[in-house]
T-cell receptor, first 112, second 114 residues
Framework: GQNIDQPTEMTATEGAIVQINCTYQ??????LFWYQQHAGEAPTFLSY????GLEEKGRFSSFLSRSKGYSYLLLKELQMKDSASYLC?????????????FGTGTQLKVEL | DSGVTQTPKHLITATGQRVTLRCSPR?????VYWYQQSLDQGLQFLIQ???????AKGNILERFSAQQFPDLHSELNLSSLELGDSALYFC?????????????FGPGTRLTVL
């Protein structure tokens, strides 16, 4: 089976930096994705990691350690519009197919 | 806008009924995925189709079925509906069928079962 853990809620200040952690246990690993989801809307793709290390994309960065089953999403220069749920998702299938298992999401609130 | 379209946007029906949700993938994408999102369960993978064939399956109920047509659009059929089936149903698509392919989500269909 697969298990993904991330904090339920986080609060941060506009302009600050926040790190959202995700830990996972899977029988196989084909990559880890981060998605952003505003309430009632579709998840939107933020980042993808399959190798260890840091991937940077503008204000967003994502880190992966496969040996530790650990990832984080780093958001810099926070803006009010970053208030949303951030979903960590792992593809654990090793033989074809693309099945994402999602964490329950971290609700981020950005305050003035 | 991801390029994935879903219809209808909202659907209200009664217990015991059957509904069909429709999805058109992004231009050029061969894979279609269906997810269910309810308040207490989070986003749950239901099924993947790749170029018309079933590729991966999640915890999809026997009352639910899906297919992908030659033009690559997909339909999710939900039958004998129960109150607990009320949820947001998302469709996603990707270019290929591999685990490294990024999935792009449609706007969802909100199903309410009364």
């Amino acid at each position: 089976g697969q298990n993904i853990d991330q904090p339920t809620e986080m609060t941060a200040t506009e302009g600050a930096i926040v790190q959202i952690n995700c830990t996972y246990q899977t029988s196989g690993f084909n990559g880890l994705f981060w998605y952003q989801q505003h309430a009632g809307e579709a998840p939107t793709f933020l980042s993808y990691n399959v190798l260890d290390g840091l991937e940077e994309k503008g204000r967003f960065s994502s880190f992966l350690s496969r040996s530790k089953g650990y990832s984080y999403l780093l958001l810099k220069e926070l803006q009010m519009k970053d208030s949303a749920s951030y979903l960590c998702a792992v593809n654990g299938l090793t033989g074809g197919g693309n099945k994402l298992t999602f964490g329950t999401g971290t609700q981020l609130k950005v305050e003035l | 806008d991801s390029g994935v379209t879903q219809t209808p946007k909202h659907l209200i029906t009664a217990t015991g009924q059957r509904v069909t949700l429709r999805c058109s993938p992004r231009s050029g994408d061969l894979s279609v995925y269906w997810y269910q999102q309810s308040l207490d369960q989070g986003l749950q993978f239901l099924i993947q189709y790749y170029n018309g064939e079933e590729r991966a399956k999640g915890n999809i109920l026997e009352r639910f079925s899906a297919q992908q047509f030659p033009d690559l659009h997909s339909e999710l059929n939900l039958s004998s509906l129960e109150l607990g089936d009320s949820a947001l149903y998302f469709c996603a698509s990707s270019s290929g069928g591999a685990g490294t392919d990024t999935q792009y989500f449609g706007p969802g269909t909100r199903l309410t079962v009364l």
